[in-house]
């Protein structure tokens, strides 16, 4: 994908920083008024460091809380009302209101860090035939060991994908709240809305982007989200369920999980999560 016409690489990678590049940020958001205002402020602070021209969608999914009218207390920052409840229908809503070339989505308790959009343009223009770009999560709110462990996990995903990409050829990696894709090829290949809700989706996302362009997992691409999920389910089962999904959905293109619990009080950063 040209994302900014057809100059030289050498070119491409001045222009970046100008008006002609954009890129629209998704973030789905169900009864998230109190985390959107760090996720929020991440993104307009990475805007403005940049200097891109840019968007910001926040998809207000059936929420009863102020998700609304925190994320319009945000200059320039736009609100879709998604009533279906699900994250695919979220996420597919803002996409479809979206209208720059690249398309980050990114979770309302998702912080990315600085250099994360430079990080994510620098990628995109390097690779021409790169359409979906994810990076891993560390955890706010969880103790440090909790963290080593999540980065474990990555490390084990990570050959999972490596094997799944290049030797099986049957799909991806995309770390769900923390990814980028392009338009293009999200026209091409369309919602998954119909199959997922929630689990499994971002894994059915890699597998379908993959048939048209390349998918790439980086730890380049780091993000911080809460840990709330971590510590409401236990640190144990959310590594069991996400690796039977990943699976689930590789290959037998169906979540393992069809439900799932919406966990909206923040962690303790003293309480760690319980080891079953």
């Known amino acids: 994908m040209a994302i900014c016409g057809a100059e030289s690489r050498a070119n491409v990678a001045v222009n970046l920083w100008g008006p002609l590049m954009k890129i629209s940020f998704v973030v789905p958001a169900y009864n998230e008024e109190i985390l959107l205002r760090k996720s929020l402020p991440a993104i307009l602070a990475e805007i403005e460091r940049v200097g891109c021209a840019a968007e910001i969608i926040v998809v207000n999914n059936a929420s009863t809380d102020a998700t609304k009218d925190v994320a319009e207390s945000f200059p320039g920052v736009r609100v879709v009302d998604e009533p279906r409840k699900g994250l695919v229908q979220a996420r597919w809503s803002g996409f479809i209101a979206s209208k720059a070339p690249l398309v980050a989505n990114i979770d309302a308790d998702t912080i990315i860090p600085p250099g994360w959009l430079s990080q994510v343009l620098a990628q995109f223009a390097a690779e021409p035939g790169l359409v979906g770009l994810s990076g891993p999560y560390t955890y706010y709110g969880v103790p440090q060991r909790v963290n080593w462990v999540v980065g474990a996990y990555y490390r084990a995903a990570f050959l999972a994908y490596l094997i799944n990409r290049h030797v099986l050829r049957v799909g991806s990696m995309l770390q769900g709240g923390n990814f980028v894709v392009s338009r293009e090829a999200m026209r091409k290949i369309g919602s998954n809305a ?63 999980t069809e439900t799932w619990e919406d966990i909206r009080e923040e962690p303790h950063p003293a309480a760690g999560p319980s080891a079953d």
């Open 194 to 256: 119909a199959n997922f809700s929630f689990y499994g989706e971002d894994t059915d996302l890699a597998c379908r982007l993959s048939k048209v362009g390349g998918v790439k997992f980086s730890f380049k691409l780091p993000a911080q989200s809460s840990g709330r999920r971590l510590v409401g389910e236990g640190v144990f089962t959310i590594g069991v369920r996400y690796t039977m999904n990943f699976f689930w959905t590789t290959f037998l293109k169906r979540p393992f």
